[in-house]
């Protein structure tokens, strides 16, 4: 079983703090994914673009999230557009020798 990273970027239209807000309550909903072991929130206000950074358990865990309701509330938010999203594998061992934080088998 392969740890995958899924990478979502997007443009927003209204004022950074506003979206914070409105996605805190998603918070919660992210973290009890099914195989998601951690989500990193991105923000850059200056070019109107946030995302995350997603480690999930495996492919299956990965793609069930991309195809499920909140992607879905996602992309019918009118101020969110330009939706990227990008899955790739974890190369475990290079990334325990530059300290990143997976570990096989193991949630952090």
Do not use: C
């Not at 999230?65 to 557009?81: C, K, R, W, Y």
Request: proline share 6%.
């Amino acid at each position: 079983m392969s740890q995958k990273i899924l990478q979502i970027n997007y443009k927003f239209s209204i004022p950074s703090a506003d979206l914070e807000q409105a996605f805190l309550p998603a918070a919660p909903i992210i973290a009890d994914t099914p195989g998601l072991r951690w989500k990193i929130w991105l923000m850059n206000e200056a070019d109107s673009e946030a995302g995350g950074i997603y480690l999930f358990d495996d492919q299956a865990s990965a793609q069930a999230f991309l195809a499920g309701p909140l992607m879905t509330a996602m992309g019918t938010n009118p101020a969110v557009s330009n939706i990227s999203t990008k899955l790739f594998d974890v190369t475990e061992e290079h990334t325990a020798i530059t300290r990143g934080p997976v570990r096989v088998g193991e949630r952090v």
